[in-house]
Structures are given as C-alpha cells and as structure tokens.
T-cell receptor, first 112, second 110 residues
Framework: SQTIHQWPATLVQPVGSPLSLECTVEGTSNPNLYWYRQAAGRGLQLLFYSVGIGQISSEVPQNLSASRPQDRQFILSSKKLLLSDSGFYLC???????????FGNGTRLTVT | KQEVTQIPAALSVPEGENLVLNCSFTDSAIYNLQWFRQDPGKGLTSLLLIQSSQREQTSGRLNASLDKSSGRSTLYIAASQPGDSATYLCAVLNDYKLSFGAGTTVTVRA
C-alpha cells in the first residue's frame, strides 16, 4: 500500500534562517505531489504542485521554492525565513488526475 | 477563480443526531469533489471522493451528494458519535489544483 512520509513534525527556526522540509511517497510511481500551507484559523493555501520529476508549478510567488529531485520526493525550501512563513505545512499526493488526494501528517513551523 | 464556501463554520450536536454539512462552489466545471476530516494538529484524512459524473458516494455512516449544476455538495453523517468531532473540509478539483473550503468544525456532545 501507499504511504506518505513528511518530516520533521515540528520545527522552530529564527527569522532569516534557511528551511528544508521533505516529503516522500512510497508504493507508487510518478505521483502528483503538492505542498500546502495552513495558517492558524485559515484555509489551505496551495504553494506548489508537481505532475512529474523536475516539473514544478508555483502558486505563491514568495520566498519559498520547491524541488522534486526524485520521482517520489518533494522538498520545500527557503533561503531566508520570514515571520509570516509560520504555519502548518502539508505535503500531499495522488496517483492520477481523478484519484483521491492523500495528506501527510504535516510540519508545524514556527519562525521566531 | 474557484471559491469554496462551507457553512456553518461550527456545529455542535448531541450524540446520535445526524450531521449535515454543506459545501458550495462558484465554478461548476469541476472534475471531482473530495471531503476530508482534520483532527487538531493533524493532517487531513480523505473521507469520500465524488467524481463529477456521480451524484453521491457512500462509505459506512457517511454519504456525500453532489449537485454540480448548482455548485453544491452535502456530507451526511448518520448517528453521530463523539469520535466524529473534528473539522470537515471539502475541496473541488479544477485543472490540477484543489480549492478548499475553510471547513466546518463539528463537536458531538456525549
């Protein structure tokens, strides 16, 4: 069966520090991959999605970036964190266009 | 741009009562609609996926209906239990992107 792993679960980082969040999916190939952010009391905001290795679409033109170095690996990065980057970051995947979307357990990021 | 609305934002019911959660969307050209459950501090768990060609989908005590032409979906949870307490979100798929509602937070009182 397919599983999604996302780490770390929690992270506290100072303003201006770099960020790297990793997500991997097991048990499938060429999944569609997504990064979402959920701010306190707000809905989910799509940050990036990828329909294939090396292909990234950005929805949020901020100081975040994403990469897909391997088929089932999705990385969210920042060179310099801002206070406004605090939130709950969720990785998600699905097999195909009309398949259910499945989420990881999320990373709680606090920028201090 | 797709707008997804969930009303009410919060709901409190006694155990055993049936739950009715509403989701509306502005662009009816969707491919599918998915309902999720989120427990505090956790990721989202998929409950039901309804394709645009379907009118409803059922899983156990859960039943979701879809009226694409009117831009509405309803999630019914029969005979609610305290364990059903969570936030329920709906999401609609246009292109490769899902647009989410803000969710309905449900409390089932024992």
């Amino acid at each position: 069966s397919q599983t999604i792993h996302q780490w770390p679960a929690t992270l506290v980082q100072p303003v201006g520090s770099p960020l790297s969040l990793e997500c991997t999916v097991e048990g499938t190939s060429n999944p569609n991959l997504y990064w979402y952010r959920q701010a306190a009391g707000r809905g989910l905001q799509l940050l990036f999605y990828s329909v294939g290795i090396g292909q990234i679409s950005s929805e949020v033109p901020q100081n975040l970036s994403a990469s897909r170095p391997q088929d089932r690996q999705f990385i969210l990065s920042s060179k310099k964190l801002l206070l406004s980057d605090s939130g709950f970051y969720l990785c998600a995947w699905r097999e195909g266009y009309n398949s259910p979307l499945h989420f990881g357990n999320g990373t709680r990021l606090t920028v201090t | 741009k797709q707008e997804v609305t969930q009303i009410p934002a919060a709901l409190s019911v006694p155990e055993g009562e049936n739950l009715v959660l509403n989701c509306s969307f502005t662009d009816s050209a969707i491919y599918n609609l998915q309902w999720f459950r989120q427990d505090p501090g956790k990721g989202l768990t998929s409950l039901l996926l309804i394709q645009s060609s379907q009118r409803e989908q059922t899983s156990g005590r859960l039943n979701a209906s879809l009226d694409k032409s009117s831009g509405r979906s309803t999630l019914y949870i029969a005979a609610s239990q305290p364990g059903d307490s969570a936030t329920y979100l709906c999401a609609v798929l246009n292109d490769y992107k899902l647009s989410f509602g803000a969710g309905t937070t449900v409390t089932v009182r024992a």
